[in-house]
T-cell receptor, first 114, second 112 residues
Framework: AQSVAQPEDQVNVAEGNPLTVKCTYS??????LFWYVQYPNRGLQFLLK??????LVKGSYGFEAEFNKSQTSFHLKKPSALVSDSALYFC????????????FGDGTTLTVKP | EAQVTQNPRYLITVTGKKLTVTCSQN?????MSWYRQDPGLGLRQIYY???????DKGDVPEGYKVSRKEKRNFPLILESPSPNQTSLYFC???????????FGPGTRLTVT
């Protein structure tokens, strides 16, 4: 069975500081990995994905993530946080061998303080 | 505008009264999926569809039915809703499983 862990329910950072939201995964085959963001009372919006190729992927709004196969991690990062980045962030995984099934983490609430 | 639409957005119903939540996408996407979101549990996949007439169970399919008779529509059916199905439901679609999913605005369902 596949799974995703987001070990931190809440991450707090000051505006202008770098931020990291952690994600680890478990699949039996190779992973497709995604990050989504949810603003209050809204649906989820896609940020970035790793399918294959370069381990460092860049996405929307200045976010990036690094795929680390040995540590089975896909942490989300941003060099300089904005107050407007405050939201709920979800990591998701699909297994290449059963790509229809999509598993999300429990989510991490990011709060960026001025 | 490319979008996924869901109706209704809000629904309060009683135990046992059959209901359908509609989902439609205008992007010609092959893949569609339903999720429920509960506090502290993230999103859990209910059912997904790889194409017309092809559906499969996600992690929490009990108490739900789906159908995919047309590419654009993927309704979620609760034939006998129970209070533990009170939740926020999202429909999503993508071109294929390797592409990102586009999410609808959500349907907040309360079963009393």
């Amino acid at each position: 069975a596949q799974s995703v862990a987001q070990p931190e329910d809440q991450v707090n950072v000051a505006e202008g500081n770098p931020l990291t939201v952690k994600c680890t995964y478990s699949v039996s085959g190779n992973p497709y990995l995604f990050w989504y963001v949810q603003y209050p009372n809204r649906g989820l919006q896609f940020l970035l994905k790793y399918i294959t190729g370069d381990n460092l992927v860049k996405g929307s709004y200045g976010f990036e993530a690094e795929f680390n196969k040995s540590q089975t991690s896909f942490h989300l990062k941003k060099p300089s946080a904005l107050v407007s980045d405050s939201a709920l962030y979800f990591c998701a995984v699909r297994d290449v061998t059963n790509a229809g099934k999509s598993t999300f983490g429990d989510g991490t609430t990011l709060t960026v303080k001025p | 505008e490319a979008q996924v639409t869901q109706n209704p957005r809000y629904l309060i119903t009683v135990t046992g009264k059959k209901l359908t939540v509609t989902c439609s996408q205008n992007m010609n996407h092959e893949y569609m999926s339903w999720y429920r979101q509960d506090p502290g549990l993230g999103l859990r996949q209910i059912y997904y569809s790889m194409n017309v007439e092809v559906t499969d169970k996600g992690d929490v399919p009990e108490g739900y039915k789906v159908s995919r008779k047309e590419k654009r529509n993927f309704p979620l059916i609760l034939e006998s809703p129970s209070p533990n199905q009170t939740s926020l439901y999202f429909c999503a679609s993508s071109l294929s499983p390797t592409y990102e999913q586009y999410f609808g605005p959500g349907t907040r369902l309360t079963v009393t």
